[in-house]
């Protein structure tokens, strides 16, 4: 086929024919030399064009017709690694190959870097090259980490290596520039994964996490990464959020559970994973087998079903024999009228962060010894300092850069955990002094100004609408809280002492409860990830506040009034006679407007109270959205959801909330429905006394309270709740 | 002034569009749910049931989602159980159902200290 007579190709003939020129004068490979590579002659001043071209044509005119030509051209795995691969040892002329090596990551970094799908920005070109280049970009990462030639990812580390020796003052921007090229290919080799729904053609053992953290492994990049992290701040200032990308693409998604087991425990685990997988498809099975027909499909049984009023509904198919729930059943199902306004189908799939990862037995081992070694001596350094680039909103900080920083924060507390779990295990009897640096490993994110950034961005992503953010925070927030809880239990006094410091300080503040119930109270659509963090920061955090209030009864908090400043100035007055109502800052000059409008003051806390907001009916509503979802969740969040049941129905006497028909109709048939939970799990024994004793409380409230018929289908009104639940009015004195 | 002269195809004359008044569609709203065949029906279906109480919870929830699943099918024939409850729940935010709700729950207070 003659292409060049087809005038249909997608970019302007010229660029093409330009960038074939330049990429056949690159080099080839000679028919002398035992066909080795060998450089054109002006191989460098050709790789500056190719440069040139990139930044000229395709990123100020915002197209990509050259690197579609180059992905057609095959530049990487034909030409750039091959050149890379030349620059071994020490030879003479290595000046001039590193340079040229040089040029090749240069051209590199650009052509694999990630692929933004900004609607705004993007024009026809964008929509036609970006399905090509996504694959074009997933062959770039397959040769490069499985290049035989050359370690491709060591020789970008070897190129940086000067400017890396040298000390941060002497540093000049190239310098500088050539460190951040490193780290960018670094991560951009980290990052490229099949877009989501995409099927890839290839091997997928080639370019999986696994084939990753084994060539990062076999080629150092993990040490590189480990000495810049435990450096950063005194070497490495900005660099700080691009060495966290990398490790973030390598660790996302990986279950912490697994990566600290054994190998035999990993193949139990996996075995038992594979166990509890087929016998919830038994039992799938079998429930399906319980309505199933028991003769052929055109056996033709119809009956009529009696109904108040002399009416009588036809229905056909042997399961109409079974019993009246499985016939009120099918007359449901028979109806095809769907609501005019159908909620977005729910998923429980994340996509942004893609989907779970799982490791091979190498990659586990590997990965694991880098996280424990950068537990060991990068994680202060490298987190501490990305939180103040955070909370300085530095300019080399992006958006997306916050919830990858709150994201790792809590993947690596979590990794602390499972380590000191695991390390447990193994030998039980010695608490020396390597236990106690424990805790000192992650310090650098339970300070007070972490609780700070926390707190900030907690409030902020929530009023920004940024779920995915709050998402990270809230299991970020969620992971400090266990990771104290921890220390509280760890027998060691000191951090007994921090750890309750810490828990005062974080408990003292009203906002945050306000936040949290808050955040609870409104879910609404945002998605299955989204629901699970909140509901377990709920249950942490409920399960920690409860157990502190207990130990320390008269702790005190600290909350926020709005009072006008007529008032306080009234106040300020009459001082002396109102003691508890005096503001804490008691500098009123320096007081701006705002400031003057709220004051502070502390009062006793009471977890009655505090609980009490976390059993409105939108709280419970977000926890049946979550049970929803029972087929698919696991134990532990099963046990979240019904500590929460007990804890609104018999703990805070608010089973009023409970009582509405679709509430009761999705608690039943969780246990008696036609898919009901698997009967061999752990929870199901829990979990059916729970909806037995749940049912049992309405059918009791039914009686007691004849308007409860009629209550029953909406939601509670507060002041109607009080009164349904116990009998009588609740006293309202405004205690304001 | 429709032109009304014979000039053969009748391409000229205006074409009469009709509004075809679409017959509106049924809802499950408050003033359905207020009438006759909504709430007093559901409270008089209410007076038969029999619960069981202790010992009985599986039967007893049994029996009392297919009292609600019943009545809605009466009333509102065309939803599902599921989503006609969704409904019924929306509608019981309305001012009038509220004010309805509360007398409800106010027929099965004791009278005794409000009236004087």
């Known amino acids: 086929m003659d292409s060049e007579d087809v005038n249909k190709d997608v970019v302007h003939p010229e660029v093409r024919a330009h960038i074939n020129s330049l990429v056949s004068a690159l080099g080839g490979f000679s028919i002398e030399d035992d066909g080795k590579y060998t450089l054109g002659d002006d191989a460098l001043e050709v790789l500056r064009d190719l440069k040139r071209w990139i930044r000229f044509y395709d990123e100020k005119t915002n197209r990509m017709d050259v690197a579609r030509c180059l992905a057609e051209a095959n530049l990487v795995g034909g030409d750039l690694l091959q050149i890379i691969a030349l620059w071994q040892g020490n030879g003479t002329d290595s000046r001039f190959k590193s340079r040229i090596a040089l040029a090749c990551y240069e051209v590199m970094v650009p052509l694999t870097w990630p692929i933004e799908k900004d609607k705004e920005r993007m024009t026809v070109n964008h929509h036609r090259h970006i399905p090509v280049l996504e694959v074009a970009q997933l062959g770039y990462k397959r040769a490069i980490i499985n290049f035989d030639g050359a370690p491709i990812l060591h020789t970008a580390v070897r190129v940086a290596l000067p400017s890396l020796a040298m000390p941060i003052g002497e540093r000049t921007a190239r310098d500088q520039g050539i460190i951040k090229l490193m780290l960018f290919f670094l991560r951009n080799i980290a990052m490229i994964a099949p877009p989501p729904g995409m099927k890839y053609e290839g091997d997928e053992a080639l370019i999986s996490r696994s084939a990753t953290i084994d060539a990062f492994s076999y080629q150092d990049i993990f040490l590189t990464l480990l000495t810049i992290a435990s450096n950063m701040g005194e070497d490495f200032r900005t660099e700080d959020v691009t060495v966290m990308e990398v490790i973030f693409h390598l660790v996302k998604r990986v279950d912490v559970k697994k990566l600290f087991l054994e190998e035999e425990q990993l193949k139990k685990a996996k075995s038992n994973e594979l166990a509890a997988a087929m016998q919830k498809e038994a039992a799938m099975l079998a429930s399906f087998n319980k309505t199933a027909p028991k003769r052929h499909n055109r056996f033709g049984t119809m009956i009529w079903v009696k109904r108040e009023g002399g009416k009588m509904t036809s229905l056909s198919g042997q399961d109409a024999l079974i019993d009246a729930a499985t016939r009120e059943r099918k007359m449901d199902k028979s109806k095809s009228f769907r609501p005019p306004k159908r909620s977005a189908k729910e998923e429980m799939e994340p996509k942004d962060l893609g989907p779970p990862v799982s490791l091979t037995h190498s990659a586990n081992k590997q990965l694991r010894g880098f996280v424990e070694e950068f537990l060991d001596s990068g994680f202060n350094p490298l987190f501490q300092h990305v939180r103040k680039s955070i909370d300085r909103e530095a300019p080399h900080v992006l958006n997306y850069h916050r919830g990858q920083f709150f994201y790792l924060v809590a993947w690596f507390l979590e990794a602390e955990r499972m380590r000191r779990r695991a390390k447990k295990g193994k030998k039980p009897a010695e608490p020396s002094q390597d236990d106690v640096s424990s805790f000192n490993l992650v310090a650098g994110v339970l300070n007070q100004e972490m609780f700070i950034t926390l707190n900030r961005w907690l409030d902020r992503a929530y009023n920004d609408k940024d779920w995915k953010e709050l998402t990270s925070v809230m299991r970020c927030y969620t992971e400090i809280l266990l990771t104290v809880q921890e220390m509280t239990e760890s027998g060691n006094e000191e951090d007994e002492e921090i750890a309750d410091n810490i828990l005062s300080r974080l408990f003292y503040e009203e906002s945050t409860h306000d936040a949290i119930a808050n955040i609870v109270r409104t879910y609404k659509d945002q998605g299955f990830e989204y629901l699970d963090a909140c509901t377990e920061l709920t249950h942490t955090y409920l399960r920690i506040l409860e157990a502190y209030s207990k130990q320390n009864v008269d702790l005190q908090v600290r909350s926020r009034k709005r009072t006008r400043r007529k008032k306080r100035a009234a106040k300020a007055a009459a001082e002396g006679e109102v003691e508890d109502q005096i503001p804490l800052d008691d500098d009123e000059s320096a007081n701006d407007e705002a400031n003057a409008e709220k004051t502070s003051k502390e009062r006793k806390f009471d977890f009655k109270k505090f609980a009490a907001r976390f059993t409105t009916q939108g709280a419970v509503d977000t926890f049946v959205a979550f049970t929803k979802f029972y087929q698919d969740l696991d134990d532990s969040q099963l046990k979240r959801a019904h500590r929460y049941f007990y804890r609104v129905c018999f703990k805070h006497e608010m089973s009023v909330m409970l009582f509405r028909v679709d509430i009761i109709h999705h608690l039943y048939n969780m246990i008696k429905g036609p898919e009901p939970l698997d009967k061999n799990s752990p929870m199901f024994k829990e979990w059916e006394e729970l909806v037995k004793q749940i049912i049992r409380k309405c059918v009791k409230k039914l009686e007691e309270r004849p308007a409860l018929i009629t209550e029953l289908l909406f939601s509670k009104i507060n002041s109607t709740a009080h009164y349904l639940e116990y009998g009588y009015e609740k006293q309202t004195i405004s205690s304001h | ?116």
Do not use: C, N
């Open chain 2, 1 to 116: 002034a429709r032109r009304k002269e014979a000039s053969g195809l009748g391409i000229d004359e205006e074409v009469e569009v009709k509004k075809r008044a679409y017959v509106p569609r049924v809802k499950l709203d408050e003033t359905r749910l207020l009438s006759k065949a909504g709430i007093p029906t559901l409270k008089q279906r209410a007076k038969q049931l029999r619960l069981k109480g202790k010992g009985h919870e599986w039967s007893d929830a049994s029996r009392l989602l297919s009292l609600y699943q019943l009545w809605l099918d009466d009333l509102f024939p065309k939803a599902k159980f599921l989503d006609a409850l969704a409904m019924v729940e929306k509608a019981g935010h309305k001012t009038g159902v509220v004010k309805a709700r509360l007398e409800w729950i106010d027929e099965g207070k004791p009278k005794t200290a409000s009236m004087f």
